[in-house]
């Protein structure tokens, strides 16, 4: 029998050793232990196949998990799903549409279908979500006749139908123009101010960079990291470039300060920062002192800079591998 707990009040989702194996034999997901904090935009980062599909269709209850659990806003999934999902708005690889309704139908009909919506404010609700994700001008066209974008636009619209304390969201800028892109990172940081906590997966790592305060990333079904976006892109070293015609002094130099990799280009001296020492007495070295000891040193320093550590990096650093964007 499981205990009544406080946890995971404060959790919009929480997983503890969440696993799926396909009947294929396919691990899928193996022991997430996930923590999304109520009130932040959580990018769930992975490349194609990495399990977030196959985690979002556990959190939502459509299918079931071979072992661990999942709780949704405080509540056990799949068991509450029936008093949780009204709560939760989702969109999940591609809506699922009825091509010869217009896209304002499909909505209505939509809406209708769900107990909990209110049928008095029906019209306005949908009028609402459609202008809310920039489909007001398209709405009498035939779904049919949508692209891949304005579908996932209307899919995000029937998750906006009412109010939500969760989104989740697979994927939701895919087959968008860098335009529609904006325009859906925008909206997500719009319901976000207004407290919404926003779940969103994503193999784009720029997009979460943009849009998310917190982050997963998994490889290949497992939990690799997660915390504040922040913190993961910090985990990582940034790299230090130096313009200066006496590039073979500079190494020498940036060497004798812990500065790794270092690599000649020309006047371009390039290197891994030194990561500070776990010893509380490791005072970091910073940037401007790495400039302060070549140019002691007589050093012609040109132009010198830390490019900040990106979440790219983070995940290279952390897999061991690039980030495969394909699809
Ligand atoms: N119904 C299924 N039966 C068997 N294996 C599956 C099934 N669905 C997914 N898989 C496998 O499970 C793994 C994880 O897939 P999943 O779709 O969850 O990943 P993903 O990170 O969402 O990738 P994508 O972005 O491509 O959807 C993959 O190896 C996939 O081939």
Do not use: W
């Not at 050793?17 to 034999?25: E, P």
């Not at 139908?105 to 209708?112: E, I, P, Q, S």
């Not at 070293?237 to 020309?266: F, M, N, Y």
């Amino acid at each position: 029998m499981e205990q009544r707990s406080t946890e995971g009040n404060d959790t919009a989702v929480e997983t503890r050793g969440l696993t799926k194996r396909y009947r294929g034999g396919q691990l899928a997901v193996d022991a997430l232990d996930l923590s999304v904090p109520r009130g932040s935009v959580f990018g769930f980062l992975g490349p194609n196949g990495s399990g977030k599909t196959t985690t979002i269709r556990m959190l939502m209850g459509l299918i079931e998990p071979t072992s661990g659990r999942a709780r949704l806003l405080g509540e056990p999934m799949p068991r509450a799903a029936r008093s949780v999902l009204p709560r939760v708005g989702a969109l999940i690889e591609g809506p699922a549409l009825y091509p010869f309704l217009t896209g304002r139908d499909n909505l209505l009909r939509y809406d209708a279908a769900d107990p909990t919506a209110d049928p008095r404010t029906r019209v306005p609700r949908v009028e609402a979500a459609l202008n809310r994700v920039g489909l007001a001008a398209a709405a009498g066209k035939k779904a049919r006749a949508y692209s891949l974008g304005m579908k996932q636009r209307l899919g995000l619209a029937a998750a906006l139908l009412q109010p939500r304390e969760l989104l989740v969201l697979d994927e939701p800028t895919n087959g968008l123009d860098p335009q529609g892109m904006r325009e859906i990172r925008s909206l997500v940081r719009e319901l976000a101010e207004e407290g919404t906590t926003v779940f969103l997966s994503s193999h784009l790592l720029d997009e979460i960079e943009q849009v998310c305060t917190h982050a997963a990333v998994m490889a290949q079904g497992r939990l690799i990291a997660q915390g504040t976006v922040a913190e993961l892109a910090a985990g990582s070293r940034g790299r230090l470039v130096v313009t200066t015609p006496d590039p073979a002094d500079a190494v020498r130099i940036l060497k004798e300060h812990g500065v790794t990799d270092l690599v000649i280009l020309d006047e371009r001296v390039s290197g891994e920062l030194p990561v500070p020492g776990p010893g509380a007495d490791d005072a970091p070295l910073e940037p401007a002192d790495l400039n302060a000891a070549l140019v002691r040193a007589g050093v012609r320093v040109r132009a010198f800079g830390a490019e900040r550590a990106s979440l790219e990096d983070a995940f290279v650093a952390l897999t061991g591998e690039g980030f495969d964007v394909a699809g």
